[in-house]
């Protein structure tokens, strides 16, 4: 839809729609109320970090000692929206880890540098979770909970990694198709 309207002559008409669906964090508040200090991962692809951001928003400032790991994949940083925004957020939060993967960095992005959170980016080529080990992914913690949006291959190449590699549970996996 972002390539339609960056495309679209002056004065085409689109219908829109309120947005919908069902991808939220509010299940995460009843795992927080038993253990809040409960990891949070969230995963996103494209824009698909449109809806993780919000998630990670609205968890500013009430769960203090929640460990969040934020993974993101973009075909570079020219494509990677939010990334000030991110960095800032990494810089304010020391439970915060990011990691971010560019497919086809420009020469913008620099280099990039998996041993440093507030790198633009740590990873060339696409997101493999293998990569990382335990500590970001939290998978050693039986309460984390996975939340992740972006194109339905790479989401379903996710759910593979995060049961098949870390042994994560369904009932902690969640996700949203767009």
Do not use: Q
């Not at 824009?47 to 969040?68: K, Y």
């Not at 190449?157 to 009932?171: A, G, M, Q, S, Y």
């Amino acid at each position: 839809m972002s390539n339609f309207l960056h495309e679209a002559e002056i004065g085409t008409k689109v219908k829109l729609s309120a947005p919908y669906g069902v991808f939220n964090i509010h299940g995460a508040e009843e795992v927080w109320l038993s253990d809040p200090d409960a990891p949070v991962v969230f995963l996103s692809a494209g824009v698909g970090l449109t809806p993780t951001m919000a998630m990670l928003e609205s968890l500013d400032g009430r769960h203090p000692d929640a460990p969040i790991t934020w993974l993101h994949a973009a075909k570079s940083g020219d494509e990677h929206a939010y990334r000030p925004r991110l960095i800032s957020m990494a810089e304010e939060n020391p439970l915060l880890s990011r990691r971010v993967w560019y497919e086809e960095p420009v020469a913008d992005d620099g280099m990039a540098d998996p041993d440093n959170n507030l790198a633009k980016f740590h990873y060339n080529g696409r997101m493999d979770l293998s990569v990382l080990d335990e500590h970001v992914m939290h998978a050693n913690h039986h309460k984390t909970n996975y939340y992740f949006c972006g194109p339905p291959e790479w989401m379903e190449k996710v759910r593979r990694e995060l049961e098949d590699h870390f042994n994560i549970p369904r009932n902690r996996i969640h996700f949203e198709s767009f």
